[in-house]
């Protein structure tokens, strides 16, 4: 009955809609608010459009795709931002959802009361109205064609889509410096290329947190934004307190946003607490089940989890529905030498492309380690030392030449990397609980103190308790 509803949605007559302080007239795609006149995108009159016709029904996210972008596929994060930029035309806050509401795990719906009037005249605003105390509102095409160019680019993880997506998020703020999503985006972009190993987060991290700043200027009230800098301040700072203290406040601000829990499992699986992390990936793939970024994220938490297999499924089940995304691969390979499997990890990591950033990043030293655990010493030496060569003049973390240094049997060289990466505080170690790699030197005085430094005793004083939660969902 709504998909017959919805049909000729744009073949209607020309009426206007009234909710609110709004007028709507959808032949124009035009918006009123008083004597401002808002030329809405396309895409923006037609969902805004569905979601009016729907007469107060929940649509579901499947047929708002197919109306909106019959002839795409689009996944649920440019269906949730083009919801999130209608919200932010009609004025709406996290808190205050008087238009369109999120229905977890279906859709949306519109719950305004909504009249029809007569069409508005060609030219003039809406007869009768106070002239508006602001300036018109503009949504350019171009700002929304960046902005989900660079989200989709952001989801790749790769090093050069994200070196992509910051430079069409940077385009989409010179269209619109003060556009908040774009300022997540970018910082997200940078964040990720340290957390990743791309780049130093010395370069990196500022800008992340200046953008993250930024956005919290123009909209302190956004949660996407306070989870973005909890994982900013978790990963540039390593300042527990105050992350946990942006997650908190992310989640009270609005509990029914991935981003926001998606930012908060990998608080938790830095911390060590799994059961917490993965609770808060179980909450945001019931939003976006299909969400190839959130299945790629939980794959990963089950690797840092310990749960080897359950990771390597996942990644399998990735690679074979989505083929270029290669960053499953890499994780897979990951994931098959933690389960001992250092053969099959050989050969995911023999067919990756070569990629001069990933390969420093990761795929080369898993290469020297896989060689290593084989037992062809000869060919995991020759790695080793073609990393210590290219770490003098170009960006090699150092965990990562601990992790072959360890696998070699070279204990003080991976010490002395290890101790490296923690005054520069690397990204890294922030994951080195849910690595095991250097389980034959976990005894001693001395990693016992680089444990400690990293996460000092106060971390797990206070650990909440969550009594009943079934990890296996």
């Known amino acids: 009955m709504l998909d017959a509803l919805l049909m000729n949605v744009q073949t209607r007559s020309p009426s206007c809609y009234t909710f609110g302080a709004f007028r709507f007239d959808p032949s124009r795609g035009m918006l009123y608010h008083g004597t401002e006149t808002v030329a809405l995108p396309e895409r923006l009159a037609r969902l805004l459009g569905l979601l009016i016709h729907a007469n107060g029904e ?3 996210k499947d047929l708002i795709a197919t109306r909106i972008w019959p002839d795409a596929i689009v996944s649920d994060g440019n269906l949730t931002q083009h919801v999130y930029m ?33 069409p508005v005249p060609a030219g003039r605003p809406p007869a009768g109205e106070a002239e508006a105390a602001e300036p018109p509102v503009h949504v350019e095409p171009d700002l929304i064609q960046r902005y989900s160019r660079g989200s989709y680019l952001l989801s790749k993880r790769t090093a050069g889509a994200l070196s992509a997506a910051a430079h069409q998020f940077e385009a989409a ?7 908040v999503p774009a300022l997540i ?8 290329m340290a957390q990743y190993s791309y ?19 123009i909209d302190p009230l956004s949660a996407e934004a306070r989870a973005t800098l909890a994982t900013v301040l978790l990963f540039c700072d390593w300042d527990w307190t105050q992350a946990e203290r942006e997650i908190e406040t992310a989640t009270h601000l609005n509990s029914e946003s991935t981003s ?26 019931l939003m976006e089940p299909s969400s190839p970024v959130l299945q790629l994220c939980l794959a990963r938490i089950f690797l840092h989890t310990g749960q080897y297999r359950q990771a ?37 990591l023999l067919v990756l492309p070569a990629d001069r950033a990933e390969d420093l990043a990761l795929r080369l030293p898993l290469l020297a380690r896989a060689y ?10 020759a790695l080793y030392q073609t990393l210590q060569d290219l770490a003098r003049t170009e960006f090699v973390v150092n965990f990562n030449l601990a992790t072959v240094a360890i696998a070699l049997g070279r204990v003080d060289q991976a010490f002395e990397y290890l101790e490296r990466a923690l005054e520069q505080r690397e990204p890294a170690l922030l994951l080195l609980r849910g690595l095991p790699w250097f389980q034959t030197i976990a005894h001693r005085a001395r990693f016992k103190a680089l444990m400690q430094a990293i996460w000092p005793d106060s971390l797990v004083l206070h650990r909440r308790k969550f009594d009943g939660f079934d990890l296996a969902g």
Request: hydrophobic residues 45%; proline residues 4%.
């Open 58 to 60: 929940v649509i579901d």
């Open 86 to 118: 209608l919200r932010q035309i009609l004025e709406e806050r996290a808190r205050d959802r008087a238009y369109v509401v999120t229905v977890r795990g279906r859709g949306y719906r519109f719950v305004a009361p909504v009249s029809v009037t007569a």
């Open 173 to 179: 703020l010179s269209v619109d410096p003060r556009y």
């Open 185 to 192: 985006g970018l910082a997200r972009s940078y964040s990720l």
């Open 199 to 217: 780049a130093p987060g010395s370069s990196t991290f500022p800008k992340a947190k200046a953008a993250i700043l930024r956005a919290l200027e």
């Open 260 to 285: 926001v829990y998606l930012n908060a499992a990998w608080f938790y699986t830095c911390k060590g607490w799994s059961i917490e992390a993965m609770r808060e990936m179980q909450r945001a793939l």
């Open 312 to 348: 390597i499924d996942l990644f399998s089940a990735l690679i074979e529905n989505i083929p270029d995304l290669s960053i499953a691969r890499r994780h897979r390979a990951q994931a098959l030498m933690l389960n001992a499997q250092p053969v099959e990890a050989l050969a995911d």
């Open 372 to 381: 290593a655990e084989c037992g062809d010493i000869e060919r995991a030496e």
